[in-house]
């Protein structure tokens, strides 16, 4: 994160009137304990500690590096040290410094710091906010760095003129005409918030081309704007009050879910707020007429756009590759867990700057009391400038989203810029999906392709648990180490202890419907059975027979560990539930349809499969769960021990499921795995 994003992106860190609690009885004036704890409320709200803290063993003692476009602003130490913070400082000194932007010295203040919009402050909160910074923060001893600006900028009293220009020192003015509620949100916005700090667009001398709703530039306040490779998306009236007030606590609501540095903002600070100052935020800001050009989608037309779109075309099959796992093949993402990207406005802004730097850095979640697990995006600068162009503009322009095309230079620049090279080749080279459309026989490589993927859905009559091949063999079987197709064909056919003779792929695929899926077998010529043999072929490549195949399987696992399943009940709650259910039961849409399978009971795999092996699923679960826990290419997968791996392996596995009466059949030569479930 840079870290002049990290300053303007603090302006939703909303620094407001304290909330009831805190304020002393009705006609009196607040004790100086009061006083300290209201101007903390503040502080925190105002997310001071964003800016003005260069590490964390010396909270608000500056020395942030603050990159502009003018060169390097390093933040200030404002603890109450005496010699190298504002000790000194009167509260006359400290209010000027706030609402003019000139230091006890009279110096002047760069406006990276945002006084334009703290003049609008109330006296009161002024007072509380300085009473907190003097008496509720520890000194610390750290003198301030010197910036790095070029000639002019350098030149601090040149500034008094951009003052003069630029800056309306009067406190913030309720309009009579408005209610209360309406009047709060406004002054947290522009005030304290300085909200218009990173939604804003900046005129030629940096300065925010509007600090209100109001005056003939006010269609310009919060109408988004961009910096650092990242664009903060308009706030004017795309979601209703209680959207907005939603995703200021949660870092997510039904369209969006919170990126960049403002995962930090809602992490440190907005999810602070209290619901009524929430609700008033929240009312002020679906007030705001409608940017004139934010497009509007509709989520509902999701359902409606997928299928073929999907599969003929290589945005389509990179989308389906390396995105639909959490966003769904819909677009509408996993409540509570995957933000949508079917009518998601922030995805289809003019300006493509934050997807795409998502897309090449990745993402996680802001941390919240109400979502506590943060999940993270994997960073795909993997995948080069053309494909990510191709996945990008598939997902701006489908499901109803009006977004324009992105190109390769676009990616490209972006890529260079925030430094994130194309890496190498690694020893499992990922197949790429969109290939399959150069083939002359791609119709039947992606109809194969959706039966590993969505294979209950395609052949509910075979598959008797509500699994597809995809539950054990992810992103259609290209992830390393999750029991990837590639090559796999060319060891067929080869002898199997298990059924005690040799079998061809036909066979192998049937075990897996057999077992895995709880179903019964395809006819060995039907349609279905020769588009899955057809893709695994595709998938095999130019691999030999008993050729070494980089990634193949899941992975080693220490099978001299003890597995203890009390242990793995604590880990599966901890890490798995929420995408597979409290009791195992899986994640359902809410039309029903699955989206992480169960993984016990009738409608998962039965007792023949091999996942049911505690070992065989420690390995599985050790390289490719959980989902979305890191920025790991190409799913975020992984992050337990091998010994949290075999205990949650044990638990889940030992859980009851469908029997496999054809069991006294297996291993009749022998060589039965110790793990065994039968």
């Not at 209290?274 to 509007?296: F, I, K, M, T, W």
């Not at 001299?560 to 539930?577: F, M, N, S, T």
């Amino acid at each position: 994160m840079t870290s002049s994003l990290r300053l303007l992106c603090a302006g939703l860190a909303l620094a407001v009137l304290p909330p009831a609690p805190l304020l002393a009885a009705e006609g009196s004036a607040p004790s100086d304990a009061e006083l300290v704890r209201q101007g903390e409320y503040l502080a925190q709200l105002g997310d001071c500690a964003a800016c003005h803290t260069g590490s964390a063993s010396a909270p608000l003692a500056g020395g942030l590096p603050i990159d502009t476009p003018f060169g390097v602003i390093y933040s200030t130490n404002i603890t109450p040290d005496a010699d190298t913070g504002i000790g000194r400082y009167s509260f006359e000194q400290f209010d000027r410094a706030m609402r003019q932007g000139v230091a006890a010295d009279g110096h002047n203040l760069y406006p990276a710091m945002p006084y334009t919009s703290f003049a609008k402050v109330s006296p009161q909160d002024m007072r509380a906010l300085y009473a907190y910074l003097m008496r509720g923060v520890k000194p610390a001893k750290r003198p301030n760095l010197q910036s790095d600006l070029p000639w002019p900028f350098s030149v601090r009293p040149g500034l008094s003129l951009w003052r003069t220009a630029f800056l309306d020192a009067e406190t913030y003015k309720p309009d009579p005409a408005k209610s209360a509620r309406w009047n709060r949100g406004a002054y947290i916005v522009e005030g304290l918030g300085h909200c218009g700090a990173c939604h804003t667009p900046r005129g030629m001398a940096f300065e925010e081309k509007a600090t209100s709703d109001s005056g003939s530039d006010g269609a310009a306040y919060l109408s988004g704007a961009t910096l650092d490779a990242w664009h903060a998306p308009s706030l004017r009236g795309g979601w209703t009050a209680r959207e907005f007030a939603r995703f200021l606590k949660t870092g997510r609501n039904e369209h969006a879910a919170a990126y960049g540095s403002m995962t930090e903002v809602i992490h440190f600070s907005t999810q602070q707020l209290s619901d009524d100052d929430l609700a008033a935020v929240g009312e002020y800001l679906a007030s705001l007429p409608r940017a004139g050009s934010s497009p509007r989608a509709s989520a509902a037309v999701a359902a409606a756009q997928t299928g073929q779109e999907l599969y003929t075309t290589r945005g389509g099959l990179g989308y389906v590759q390396f995105c639909s796992t959490c966003h769904r093949p819909d677009g509408r993402g996993v409540s509570d867990i995957f933000p949508p990207l079917a009518g998601n406005e922030s995805l289809q802004s003019p300006d493509p700057s934050s997807v795409i730097h998502v897309v090449l850095s990745g993402w996680r979640s802001a941390q919240t009391r109400a979502y506590p697990k943060a999940f993270g995006m994997p960073a795909f600068s993997i995948l080069s400038d053309q494909e990510l162009a191709e996945i990008t503009t598939f997902v701006r322009t489908r499901w109803g989203n009006q977004g324009d095309a992105v190109s390769a230079d676009q990616i490209g620049k972006l890529r260079a810029e925030i430094g994130l090279e194309l890496r190498g080749p690694s020893p499992f080279a990922t197949p790429r999906l969109a290939a399959i459309l150069q083939s002359p026989n791609r119709e039947q490589l992606t109809y194969g392709l959706r039966l590993m993927m969505q294979t209950k859905a395609l052949l509910p009559d075979t598959v008797g648990a509500f699994l597809s091949c995809d539950s054990c063999h992810p992103n259609g079987g290209t992830v390393a180490n999750g029991s990837p197709y590639v090559g796999v064909a060319a060891l067929f056919p080869s002898y199997q202890p298990r059924a005690g003779k040799i079998i061809d792929f036909k066979d192998r695929i049937n075990g897996c419907f057999r077992r895995s899926m709880n179903g019964k077998a395809l006819a060995r010529d039907s349609r279905e059975m020769l588009a899955m043999e057809a893709y695994a072929d595709w998938m095999k490549g130019d691999t030999k027979p008993k050729q070494a195949i980089p990634g193949r399987g899941n992975g080693p696992i220490n099978e001299a560990l003890v597995p203890d399943a009390g242990h793995g009940k604590r880990i599966y709650e901890e890490q798995c539930a929420i995408c597979h259910g409290k009791d195992g039961e899986g994640a359902r849409q809410a039309d029903g349809s699955y989206v992480f399978p169960p993984l016990w009971g009738e409608a998962s795999f039965n007792i023949g499969a091999g996942i049911a092996r505690t070992f065989k699923a420690a390995a599985f679960v050790k390289s490719n769960m959980p989902l979305a826990n890191n920025l790991k290419f190409p799913l975020g997968q992984g992050g337990l021990t091998d010994q949290q791996a075999v205990d949650v392996a044990e638990y889940f596995t030992h859980m009851p499921r469908a029997d496999f009466p054809d069991k006294v059949k297996d291993f009749p030569n022998g060589g039965k795995p110790r793990d065994s479930r039968y």
